[in-house]
């Protein structure tokens, strides 16, 4: 039997409803909008909402993108495709309830959550549920009533990328809403609700959901390799151990930053292939790094996470040895001078390879630099 695809155009009042209850899966890539991504958004909404002459609904609606969803005839929703739109909004929701009338910032929450009943025994129940890493902070922090004021309060140094992200683009949602007047921000929270869209697409198969992605963002949606490689092999990995999978790669990614981690899989790319990029780097990989049939826990654990413990060491210079560890780094700080990084892709396997012999390493590094020099 066919697998159904459905699409249709509603406004953000029924998407953040009951109609869907959204999770983040834990194959997809951390929250990555900035605050250049999250300051355009607000931007095309002030200036597409029209002034307080005009009632909202003679306001000409505006149109968000799409979303992809692995659902059936439940609210339950599986986002494949658009993560990065729902948690802006919700922040953007969330921000502007503290700065509205009380009967302004209720009708805001149940865009967020619908509310605990106490009679029922039913707790609050989210409209977006972040992946498990971040669900928890969101909830405090974004979605509950006063998490603005604990995100506020709480020091950025620690964070991961994603947290760091939603923090500054709800402190942005902050200040510039509290440019506006009154009047402007309750105009703004009416014309997001009800004259502001997203085409929901939804399969209730994973598969199908994953080839309407991979069309979309084929077509330039800003998702980096990494994401899109990293939804693939996670998905090709045994359920019961794709958590531990998940988390061990969104823990290089955080331990060397999202460009970072960007960065190694182009230097992969070269230790593999040793010759210089004839195709995209997303082609490339699927046919000659991770090929169909390839073992996912396995490239994993056996290089993304060593080659990443490498290229750490190499662009900080922070090689730990018993001995001999000054010698190495300093060999280091002369190559990261180098106004070039193709030596960087032989050093990263050198280091996964030898990272104990402190003698070797000198003289290998010794040596890459006379030719990088040369």
Same mark, same amino acid.
């Given at each position: 039997?066919?697998?159904?695809?459905?699409?249709?155009?509603?406004?953000?009042?029924?998407?953040?409803?009951?109609?869907?209850?959204?999770?983040?899966?834990?194959?997809?890539?951390?929250?990555?909008?900035?605050?250049?991504?999250?300051?355009?958004?607000?931007?095309?909404?002030?200036?597409?909402?029209?002034?307080?002459?005009?009632?909202?609904?003679?306001?000409?609606?505006?149109?968000?993108?799409?979303?992809?969803?692995?659902?059936?005839?439940?609210?339950?929703?599986?986002?494949?495709?658009?993560?990065?739109?729902?948690?802006?909004?919700?922040?953007?929701?969330?921000?502007?309830?503290?700065?509205?009338?009380?009967?302004?910032?209720?009708?805001?929450?149940?865009?967020?959550?619908?509310?605990?009943?106490?009679?029922?025994?039913?707790?609050?129940?989210?409209?977006?549920?972040?992946?498990?890493?971040?669900?928890?902070?969101?909830? /405090? $922090? *974004?979605?509950? =009533?006063?998490?603005?004021? @604990? &995100?506020?309060?709480?020091?950025?140094?620690?964070? +991961?990328?994603?947290?760091?992200?939603?923090?500054?683009?709800?402190?942005?949602?902050?200040?510039?809403?509290?440019?506006?007047?009154?009047?402007?921000?309750?105009?703004?929270?009416?014309?997001?609700a009800r004259r502001c869209y997203l085409v929901m697409v939804s399969t209730p198969d994973f598969s199908s959901a994953y080839r309407i992605f991979t069309v979309l963002n084929s077509r330039g949606l800003d998702l980096t390799n990494s994401d899109i490689l990293k939804a693939e092999l996670i998905g090709t990995?045994?359920?019961?151990?794709?958590?531990?999978?998940?988390?061990?790669?969104?823990?290089?990614?955080?331990?060397?930053?999202?460009?970072?981690?960007?960065?190694?899989? /182009? $230097? *992969?790319?070269? =230790?593999?292939?040793?010759? @210089? &990029?004839?195709?995209?780097?997303?082609?490339?990989? +699927?046919?000659?790094?991770?090929?169909?049939?390839?073992?996912?826990?396995?490239?994993?654990?056996?290089?993304?996470?060593?080659?990443?413990?490498?290229?750490?060491?190499?662009?900080?210079?922070?090689?730990?040895?018993?001995?001999?560890?000054?010698?190495?780094?300093?060999?280091?700080?002369?190559?990261?001078?180098?106004?070039?990084?193709?030596?960087?892709?032989?050093?990263?396997?050198?280091?996964?390879?030898?990272?104990?012999?402190?003698?070797?390493?000198?003289?290998?590094?010794?040596?890459?630099?006379?030719?990088?020099?040369?």
């Amino acid at each position: 039997m066919p697998v159904k695809i459905e699409a249709s155009e509603q406004p953000i009042q029924k998407v953040f409803s009951s109609d869907f209850d959204f999770f983040i899966p834990l194959y997809q890539r951390p929250y990555a909008w900035t605050t250049k991504e999250a300051g355009e958004l607000l931007s095309d909404l002030l200036d597409n909402m029209g002034t307080t002459k005009t009632s909202v609904e003679d306001t000409n609606p505006y149109f968000l993108g799409s979303v992809v969803l692995v659902k059936g005839d439940l609210p339950n929703a599986d986002v494949v495709d658009g993560q990065q739109r729902l948690t802006t909004l919700t922040i953007l929701f969330a921000a502007l309830r503290t700065l509205l009338t009380p009967a302004e910032a209720a009708g805001l929450t149940t865009l967020l959550y619908e509310t605990a009943n106490p009679i029922l025994g039913t707790k609050n129940r989210y409209r977006l549920t972040m992946r498990q890493q971040d669900a928890d902070f969101f909830r /405090a $922090h *974004v979605q509950d =009533i006063g998490g603005m004021d @604990k &995100l506020k309060q709480i020091n950025p140094a620690p964070l +991961t990328d994603s947290r760091k992200n939603i923090r500054e683009n709800a402190l942005l949602f902050l200040r510039e809403a509290e440019n506006l007047s009154p009047e402007q921000r309750s105009r703004l929270i009416q014309f997001a609700a009800r004259r502001c869209y997203l085409v929901m697409v939804s399969t209730p198969d994973f598969s199908s959901a994953y080839r309407i992605f991979t069309v979309l963002n084929s077509r330039g949606l800003d998702l980096t390799n990494s994401d899109i490689l990293k939804a693939e092999l996670i998905g090709t990995i045994t359920p019961s151990a794709q958590a531990a999978y998940t988390r061990k790669w969104e823990d290089t990614e955080d331990a060397l930053g999202r460009e970072g981690f960007q960065e190694l899989f /182009a $230097h *992969v790319r070269m =230790i593999y292939r040793k010759v @210089k &990029l004839a195709e995209t780097v997303l082609q490339e990989y +699927t046919k000659y790094i991770v090929p169909a049939g390839t073992d996912a826990a396995k490239f994993i654990d056996d290089v993304v996470i060593p080659y990443s413990d490498a290229y750490d060491i190499i662009k900080t210079a922070a090689y730990q040895s018993a001995s001999g560890a000054d010698a190495v780094n300093a060999l280091l700080r002369w190559l990261n001078q180098f106004d070039n990084s193709d030596w960087i892709p032989p050093a990263i396997l050198h280091f996964s390879r030898n990272m104990q012999d402190t003698a070797g390493l000198v003289k290998f590094l010794a040596d890459l630099e006379r030719l990088a020099a040369g």
